[in-house]
């Protein structure tokens, strides 16, 4: 019951919906053997990691879940790729790759989520500014399809479904096991906090930085400050492994208020580990366990400052609790080569989030946010921007189907080759 009460559950604690069974697989073949089973018995089936989910999107209703986290091997590390299981986390594979001096391109900005589960949403962290999500560069994945058979794919084998899983929700496909691209990882990273008088100034930055390449990190954030309204802050981190940049330049031509820029050098490691303190205030002070009601979108360039500034407007800070935070943070487009996340078509596009760490659980008052991302998204669609699927508010299949817009026939036909019992994944109701 603990194993179920568990699976019924997730980092969003909002939505709790009691699978019938749990499968702690050893194997892919334990995978595709549930999945046919499932599909035999008319039940539906979802794979999770590290349950991360907001909005019990990994869940299945009186269906089987499968507990990826026995799947975790990382397999033998090379030169340009290092192959490991889908429920191995991102600290798991930094940690086998680092002492052979090799990185991912682009990592998740928390650790702790698995694979598998990154993978199929995308993946957004520092580097997608300027190297597009995490599913970008991916090699080839071996993935067990709605019809319970294990299918390895690429860009060059069966590239209809590798473009279908990346990115795709889970709906054709559970991610069993990834190799991803490895790149050479620098020795240290160069960071720099600067700070800002208005969102204008924030994103005339963002736009200057993001297509100068300065950088191999820029990202933004809005707080909530002690007297009232907002403050605007921009991280930028470039990374370096023999001599030091050169401060000067990187921070030339910026309009921040320079005497309050806050630079530092730390190794890299530590960098990829930057989020461990605030997690661990979350979890002494018993946040880790509230709701967590996150909106997470993207924002064109063109209409990104009254976008963001209309919803700033009207945002009560206290809305997003004592340590949240909104983000905007720039992406060039033209790395974006997965094609089920949708972006807006401007070259520039940026996140907009909502990091709401309430300070209490009531569950009226996480209801409210909810209802209140809802409105929030649809203004945000209604200005020409896309949603990224890790949000915290319920989707209908007509809401999926505008939101994937010409890529939806894709993911239909997807679907239908390789999950025609629409067994896989219901929890985001896509279908």
Same mark, same amino acid.
């Given at each position: 019951m603990n194993t179920r009460a568990a699976a019924a559950n997730d980092f969003g604690h909002? %939505? /709790?919906q009691m699978p019938e069974a749990v499968l702690l697989p050893a194997s892919a073949q334990d995978v595709a053997a549930m999945v046919r089973r499932a599909a035999g018995q008319g039940r539906r089936f979802a794979a999770q990691g590290r349950r991360h989910? %907001? &909005?019990g999107r990994a869940q299945a209703r009186n269906g089987v879940v499968a507990d990826m986290g026995r799947l975790r091997t990382i397999h033998a590390v090379q030169r340009d790729r290092v192959v490991v299981d889908a429920g191995a986390t991102w600290r798991e594979v930094v940690a086998a790759t680092l002492p052979h001096g090799r990185t991912p391109p682009v990592l998740t900005d928390y650790l702790d989520l698995s694979v598998g589960g990154t993978l199929a949403v995308g993946g957004v962290g520092s580097a997608t500014s300027r190297l597009g999500v995490v599913s970008d560069h991916v090699l080839e994945l071996q993935v067990v399809t709605g019809r319970g058979e294990e299918v390895t794919c690429s860009p060059d084998r069966h590239p209809s479904l590798f473009d279908a899983v990346r990115g795709g929700l889970g709906q054709v496909g559970i991610i069993t096991r990834a190799t991803l691209r490895l790149v050479p990882a620098p020795k240290w990273v160069r960071r720099f906090l600067l700070f800002y008088p208005a969102l204008a100034t924030l994103l005339g930055d #963002?736009? =200057? *930085? %993001?297509?100068? /390449?300065?950088f191999e990190g820029v990202q933004g954030a809005v707080l909530a400050a002690p007297a009232g309204g907002w $403050? &605007?802050? =921009? +991280? *930028? $981190? $470039?990374?370096? $492994? !023999?001599?030091p940049p050169d401060d000067v330049a990187l921070l030339a031509g910026l309009s921040d208020d320079r005497p309050r820029a806050q630079p530092s050098t730390l190794p890299y490691l530590d960098h990829l580990n930057r989020f461990n303190a605030l997690e661990q205030v979350l979890r002494s002070n018993g946040q @880790? @366990?509230?709701?967590h009601p996150w909106l997470t979108t993207f924002v064109g360039d063109a209409s990104v400052e009254s976008v963001v500034g209309g919803e700033l407007a009207e945002l009560p800070p206290a809305d997003l609790g004592p340590l949240g935070q909104v983000v905007v943070s720039p992406i060039l487009r033209e790395p974006v080569r997965s094609p089920l996340l949708r =972006?807006?078509?401007d070259p520039v596009c940026y996140t907009f989030n909502l990091f709401r760490l309430p300070a209490t659980d009531d569950a009226g008052e996480a209801r409210r946010l909810v209802t209140a991302n809802r409105a929030v998204y649809e203004r945000v669609r209604d200005a020409g921007g896309t949603l990224y699927p890790v949000s915290a508010f319920?989707?209908?299949?007509? +809401?999926?189907?505008? /939101?994937? !817009?010409?890529a939806f026939g894709q993911l239909r036909e997807a679907k239908h +080759? #390789? +999950?025609?019992g629409h067994v896989l994944t219901p929890g985001y109701e896509v279908f």
């Open positions: 909002l %939505v /709790h989910s %907001v &909005f #963002h736009r =200057l *930085l %993001v297509n100068e /390449h300065r $403050t &605007f802050r =921009l +991280d *930028l $981190t $470039t990374q370096f $492994t !023999g001599d @880790w @366990w509230f709701p =972006l807006p078509p319920p989707m209908s299949p007509a +809401d999926w189907r505008r /939101h994937f !817009g010409a +080759d #390789h +999950d025609p």
